[in-house]
């Protein structure tokens, strides 16, 4: 799948579970938790992609100025 499958797991966390019945995020529920780790590294993951294609963008219109 390429660049439509991104690199970080996510797995199964009681913690993320739970967290939504106290009407709470994953981060304020258990923020030391293995899912609040594993959804910061998509965060981070998702977030260097769209720097990335920007980067990318910015390049390319430049190059066709």
Known sequence: YGVKVF???IYP???LADAPG???????????SQA???YMALTQEIVGR???LSH???SLSEVAS
């Open 56 to 58: 990318a963008e910015q």
């Open 13 to 15: 966390d009681t913690a």
């Open 50 to 52: 769209i720097d990335r």
């Open 36 to 38: 609040a780790e594993q």
């Open 7 to 9: 690199d970080t797991e």
């Open 22 to 32: 106290f009407g709470q995020t994953i981060y304020e529920f258990a923020p030391d």
